[in-house]
């Protein structure tokens, strides 16, 4: 157990989180699966808490993926109720930690009133500096790639881009992420060693980690066993361990992360 006044020297920049498990925490307890998404919210708000407290600056949450949309339509309903709630209990405190709410994902596929809310905390919350909340909703990574991709198609065809200068600034430019630096660190609840269609562009050179624990159990001290991991991993990004080292004495004993 990690105990208070708990620091790190490396901390990610951006962590992102697939919140896996809540249904297999419920089922475990003989209760219906809707009740380990209700429990997986409280794990949302230690877990985006502790983030500001330890001044993570991106935190990005899987909240729904395309994919979701296929359960049954009683999970999906409650699901939204769940985060309909979520949004409306939650918005006092983004404004008074100051977060900034961002959403990613075709959220026009959902329901009215949360995309009301969602606009609604959006832009409330705009110039809001202290961390960056992004919830991935109705999001699935190749439908955001082939958004992006159909974007600059019309550019081109229009005439505002040519062909020859999409790079892959311009390109991630075009993406839902745009403005908001490359995850660094992906954790991934309950077991499952995937990647799920989650920021497939993004995340790649982001280092990984998988933990077994249910999202529903996924507390504070579990961040930090998993950012304690991170703090060790050597980040190299293609280069070898000399040229990092070399970097480092460039950047006056700056480390590899
Ligand atoms: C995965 O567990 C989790 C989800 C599909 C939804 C995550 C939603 C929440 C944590 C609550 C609402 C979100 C916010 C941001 C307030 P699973 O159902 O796939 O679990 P299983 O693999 O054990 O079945």
Redesign the pocket.
């Known amino acids: 157990m990690i105990t208070k006044g708990f620091f790190l020297p490396h901390l990610p920049k951006h962590l992102a989180i697939i ?7 419920a089922q475990k307890r003989h209760l219906p ?1 809707v009740m ?2 209700q429990k ?2 409280e ?2 708000r230690s877990v985006v808490e502790e983030c500001r407290s330890l001044g993570i600056p991106y935190l990005t ?1 899987y ?2 993926s395309s994919e ?1 949309w296929g359960r049954p339509a009683e999970e999906v309903s409650s ?1 939204m109720e ?2 309909a709630r ?1 949004l409306s209990k939650e918005l006092s405190t983004l404004l008074t930690q100051k977060i900034r709410l961002n959403v990613i994902g075709e959220i026009e596929r959902l329901p009215k009133n949360i995309c009301d809310i969602l606009t609604e905390i959006a832009t409330r919350t705009q110039e809001n500096s202290t961390m960056v909340l992004t ?1 991935a909703l109705s999001y699935g990574s190749r439908n955001e790639l082939l958004r992006a991709c159909r974007t600059l198609a019309q550019e081109a065809i229009d005439g505002t881009c040519s062909p020859k200068e999409i790079d892959e600034k311009l390109f991630a430019s075009r993406l839902d992420t745009a403005g908001i630096p490359d995850p660094d660190f992906l954790i991934r609840t ?1 077991g499952e060693m995937r990647i799920s269609n989650f920021l497939l562009w993004q995340m790649a050179y982001a280092e990984l980690y998988f933990c077994p624990t ?2 529903p159990d996924f507390n504070k001290e579990a961040l930090q066993t998993a950012l304690s991991e991170f703090s060790q991993r050597k980040r190299r990004f293609g280069l070898t361990a000399e040229q990092l080292k070399q970097n480092e004495t460039d950047q006056h004993g700056g480390s590899a992360h």
């Open positions: 919140m896996d498990g809540n249904g297999r925490w699966r380990g998404h997986g919210v794990s949302v949450l909240a729904f979701n699901l769940l985060l979520y919830l309950s249910y999202w």
